[in-house]
Structures are given as C-alpha cells and as structure tokens.
C-alpha cells in the first residue's frame, strides 16, 4: 500500500462542557469568534420568530423572579407597621385616665400635643410617628386582607414566572434539536461530497467529532446558555434598579464589594489555569499510553515489558496526580471565597440597614429584601463568567464544524453523464498522471492498455503507486491530468456510482459491519436470493464455516467483528464481491489472511469468478500472478514492464529481480 499524506493531530479541546465546567478552566478559543457566532446565527435565523418569544418569555419570567423580593418585602412591612401601630396605640391609651372616652375622630397628635415634654420624650422615637396618625376610637388589628393580598400576588408571580420559564424552555428545545438536526444532516451529506483525499489527511475521530462532540457543544449551549444568557443581562439590570428602588447607600455598599470579587477570581483563574493545561497534557499522555500497552499487549508481553509500562504509567499517573490536585484545590477556592466576600456584604448590608431603619429612612421589609437582592446578585455574575467560557468553546466547536462544511468538495457528476451499453471492460490509461499533493506527483505519465477479459496484476514495491491506480479507476481521486477510458468511455464524463457499479472489491484490509452474516454478504446485492447466496457462498468456501457459527447465516457479527477469524472475514468479503456480479474486479492481495490449503480452494473459486471478466489484481506475493494474461510493473509511479510472467522472467529487469528475490527468500 502506498504512503499517504499523513494524517493532522487532533486540535486540542476545551476543558469545559456545558456551564463552564471547573472554575478556572481555560476554554478553547475560536480563532475567528466574531465571523464564526454570525454564521451560526444565520443557523438560527430560519426560527427567529421563535427565538423572538422566547427572549421575550426570558425576560417576563426573570422580571417576575426580581419583582418578588420586593414585594414579599411589602408583606413583611404590612405585618410590622400593624404591630407597630398596636403598640403604639397600647403604648398611648395607658397614659390616658381609666374609664375616659375619647370623642370620635381623636388622633394619636391630639393626644400628643397636649402631653407635657416629659412625658413624650419617654414614648420610643419609632413608635412617635405611628401614634400621631392613629386613630384613637378603636384598637388597630392586623390588615390579614392586605398580607392576603400580597401573598396571592407573590404566588401568581411565581406561578407565571415558572409558566414562562417552562414555554421557553419547550421553545428552545425545539429551535435546538432542529438545528442539530440539520448540522448532523449537513454533515453527513457533506461527508459523501468530499474527495477521498480529505480522509487522508485526517484521523477518523477528527471527522466524527464533528458530528458528535462538536454538534453536543453547540445544542447545549443554545438549548440553555442563550436563555441563560439574557437571564443574567436581566437580573443584573433588575437586581441593580430594585436595589436602588430601596436604598442608594446599601446598593453603593453592594457594589463596592465586587471589586474584591473580581480580583479574587482574576487571581484564582490564573493559578488553576496553569494546572488545569498541564493536567490535560498529562491526561493525553496516560490515555496515549494505556491504549498504545493495549493495543500491543501481546508484543508487550512478548518482550517482558510488563515492568517498563507500569513503571511509565506511575511516573505519568503521579505527575497527573500532583497537576489535577492543585487544579481542583484552586478551582474549589472559588466558591468559598465567593461565601466569604458576599458575607462580608451581607454584614455590610445589615449595618448600614439597621442604622437607616432606626433613622426611619427605609423599613426592616425593605432590608429582608435588599439582602435577598444580594444573595441573587452574585448568582448571574458567576453565570456571565461562565457563559463566557462556554460561547468560547461553542465558538470553537463551530468553527470546526463550518471549516469541514466548506471543505472543498469532489467534482461534481457532470449533468449529461456517458454511460455504458454492454460492458466488454477494455481500460486504457492514457497518460495519467497524479499526485496526492500537485507537486508532487505519484503517478507520472502512465500509458496501458487492458484488453477484454484479462486478467492484470500489478507489482512493485511499496509507494510504487499500485493502490492509487486503482484509486483513479474507482474514481476515489481525479486524475491530475491525462484520461482513463473504459470501453472508450472516459470515466470523468460517467457518474462516480455508475462507474463503481462496475467494479467488484475485495481489499487486503477486511471491512464487515455490524449486522449478520448475511447482510454482510449481500451488502453489493440486496436483491439477491437465498439460493443465489448459499451458492454463492458455497464457491467462497463459506457455507462450511458458517454452519459451524451459532445461527448460522442469522449469526450477528459484532462492532469489530473479532468473534470469526481473519480468515473467515476475509472469506466473507470474497463471497460480497463474487455476490455482486460485477463485470469488473479489484483484488488486492484478497487471500492474503487464509491458510495455504483455503488458499488453494479460494483461488479455484477465483478462476471461475474471474472467467471473461477484466480483473486487477495487486499482488505482493509474486508466486500468486504467474498465470495472469498480463502483469503491469510499476515503480516510482510509472509502469517501467508489462508483459505476462514468463515474458518479463526472460528479460531478467526489475520483475525477475522481485521474483527471484522473493523465491530466494522462500527457498533458504
């Protein structure tokens, strides 16, 4: 197999998921933020009558949410100036003499005033004011419809704000699911757009994250994050006009202890950082570790490296150890940090409360409230940090899945495709010349023509450009320049399905997925029937095996299909291509992974299935190819001898070279 481009190492990824993940953890950034967020909300434009409601159900249910404290303050003040205005009516009637009856009409200043100043200054200074307004004719009560009132009020309020919390969270769900729905749609078309060539630059868990964690990334933080989003804003807003509805001097208190927080989280962000890369460093080095020891266990073992591998892990394990401790110590400082700066608000806000209470200027109502204010207030400044984390990382993994959505894709079928009657299979390769990279090119001017019918290996050794031949001929690649007709049918005017229609596969390296067995056979021929299949794989040396399997044809393969052989899978795709029918086939090394005995009976099967067919046939072992009708051999990306196997023996060139060194190599 020839060398491709080598694949890119996966970026790194954020730290945090959905809410910010551990405080201080850096998120990964969006090279172009600004360019990448518009083109996602073009994603969104498509439902933005919807997006419209929900902000607006957002911000009524955070307005309710504010409004409460404030008025459950209203309650608190109803039942304490009643109290107030008992005592103070007890506190003034106990002066009065017994059995005197007070003419209607009486106030609390009535009385008063005609007190001596001695007797006044004794009537406490917050009880004053209520007994100049009291009406003296009867005892004041408790306003139990008013507190009723409130009550109903506060629980209409909490009603309607979790009402419009759950529509918007419907709404938002729906937007959601309906643009990851389309991101993985648009994904997974454009994976079937792309050349070959784009695979061959990356690892498949780059691709896939594209459709699994960077789709993930993006539902969550629309699906909660935007709400979240315009929650906060309001809150803040909300939060800062009540608090100045109450008091100017306690909301001034309020705000001059953010600075403290502020500086905290600065101080603590830059300390956890530091770690939390290195743990992640040190998390990719354990993890590349571990799978490597697991992969090649065997080889391991082999050469007692048992030792060597657990004594790397625990120098990797402890430094990891050491790296995450700290980084956990200091992102857990935040929080209790937090409770301490707010606290000192807290007491910041109770004395300088108690002192305006006392000097009449707001009421205890007003204080139980403020301080609720503040409990909230810290609440969407440490969503708004964290937010800002996670739209850094949305960012990023939007960027990622709108860079692989404007890929450059294949070429596309042109609209007046050729196609072809009654395949003879007569290939010419005119010329051809390609190169994974355009500069520099793998196949260089190759010329050959295949008859009807024959049968062609192709030799050489590796990186000669035996596999990216057939590459062209499949259409996977594009030829840089020159043509490859089939039946005098150039292959770039014919659909890439159709001309792939033509050709049977069978690859050194197996492919079955997870299905039965008899899906898998029938997986280039669904329509076939169950006699054509048995038969079919009767010829393949099949059917003996899978009688022995549990269930038979029924027998379900699992992911790596590694409960059969190597021998049996590839058993099985041989039986796949000789199912299909194809009028053309590609065999690279196909019995590489059966035993010589199977092989034998495997290559019977061959013959027949290659009889009047035009077939390619890579081959590394040469013994294989001797009765081919002609052998292609390449080298440096051009065919250098072509001719059958006793042919090029005579000429004693770079072919009898490879087979004597090979026979050589068998016989000492």
Same mark, same amino acid.
């Given at each position: ?42 994603? @969104? ?359 692989? @959505? ?263």
């Amino acid at each position: 197999m020839e060398k491709k481009p080598e694949s890119q190492s996966h970026r790194p990824r954020g730290f945090g998921g959905f809410g910010g993940g551990p405080v201080g953890a850096p998120a990964e950034k969006a090279r172009d933020f600004k360019g990448t967020i518009k083109k996602l909300a073009d994603h @969104l434009k498509l439902y933005r009558w919807q997006m419209a409601v929900v902000l607006l159900f957002v911000i009524a249910s955070t307005a309710f949410a504010i409004a409460s404290p404030k008025i459950m303050g209203n309650a608190t003040n109803q039942i304490v100036d009643d109290y107030v205005r008992m005592k103070a009516y007890d506190t003034i009637t106990e002066k009065l003499p017994e059995g005197v009856k007070l003419p209607k009409g009486t106030t609390g200043a009535d009385i008063i005033n005609q007190m001596p100043e001695s007797e006044r200054s004794k009537i406490p200074s917050n009880q004053l004011d209520a007994i100049k307004s009291l009406d003296l004719t009867t005892r004041p009560s408790f306003h139990f419809d008013a507190i009723r009132d409130i009550v109903i009020l506060l629980l209409g309020l909490y009603l309607f704000s979790a009402l419009f919390s759950y529509i918007q969270g419907w709404i938002m769900t729906n937007i959601t699911q309906k643009v990851t729905y389309n991101l993985r749609r648009d994904i997974s078309s454009k994976i079937n757009r792309l050349p070959l060539s784009y695979f061959d630059k990356r690892t498949y868990g780059e691709v896939l994250s594209r459709v699994t964690n960077d789709v993930d990334t993006i539902s969550q933080t629309l699906n909660q994050s935007l709400s979240q989003i315009v929650t906060s804003v309001v809150m803040i807003i909300g939060i800062i006009v009540m608090m100045l509805s109450i008091s100017w001097v306690l909301t001034l208190i309020t705000i001059l202890i953010l600075p403290i927080s502020f500086v905290l989280i600065m101080m603590i962000t830059k300390k956890s950082q530091v770690q939390f890369v290195r743990q992640q460093e040190l998390l990719g080095n354990i993890n590349g570790h571990v799978e490597e020891m697991y992969a090649g266990h065997q080889v391991m073992r082999v050469f007692n490296g048992e030792k060597a591998s657990v004594a790397k892990f625990n120098t990797i394990n402890d430094k990891l150890y050491h790296s995450a401790w700290r980084a956990q110590f200091f992102s857990g400082l935040m929080f209790p940090l937090m409770n301490f700066v707010g606290n000192l608000g807290y007491v910041g806000v109770a004395v300088a409360g108690g002192w305006l209470a006392i000097n009449g200027h707001i009421k205890i109502g007003d204080i139980q409230a403020f301080i609720q204010y503040v409990q909230q207030f810290n609440q969407p400044i440490m969503q708004t940090a964290n937010i800002a984390n996670v739209l850094q990382s949305t960012a990023a993994a939007a960027e990622r899945v709108f860079e692989f @959505l404007d890929e450059t894709e294949q070429i596309v079928d042109t609209s007046n495709p050729d196609s072809i009657g009654d395949v003879k299979g007569r290939v010419v390769f005119d010329n051809v010349v390609f190169g994974y990279d355009p500069k520099k090119p793998v196949i260089k001017g190759l010329s050959a023509t295949i008859e009807p019918g024959h049968r062609i290996a192709i030799v050489g050794p590796t990186g000669a450009g035996k596999t990216t031949l057939v590459n062209l001929l499949m259409r996977f690649y594009e030829v840089g320049s020159g043509d490859i007709t089939i039946d005098g049918v150039s292959i770039k005017n014919m659909k890439r399905e159709d001309v792939r229609k033509l050709f049977g596969m069978v690859l050194q390296d197996t492919w079955l997925f997870s299905g039965t067995i008899r899906d898998n056979i029938t997986y280039g021929a669904p329509n076939a029937t169950e006699d054509q299949m048995i038969e079919t794989a009767k010829e393949a040396h099949v059917d003996h095996f899978v009688h022995s399997l549990p269930g038979g044809y029924d027998m379900k393969l699992n992911e790596e299909a590694n409960n059969i052989s190597q021998g049996e899978k590839q058993l099985l795709t041989i039986a796949r291509a000789m199912l299909a029918k194809t009028p053309m086939l590609i065999l690279d090394e196909a019995t590489s992974s059966v035993d010589t005995r199977t092989e034998v009976l495997i290559q019977k099967a061959m013959d027949n299935l290659m009889k009047n067919k035009t077939s390619f046939v890579i081959a590394h072992r040469l013994s294989t190819i001797r009765d081919a009708d002609l052998i292609l051999v390449m080298k440096d990306g051009n065919v250098i001898e072509q001719g059958d196997h006793t042919s090029l023996m005579r000429q004693h060139g770079f072919y009898a070279g490879l087979y004597n060194s090979q026979f050589a190599g068998a016989t000492e």
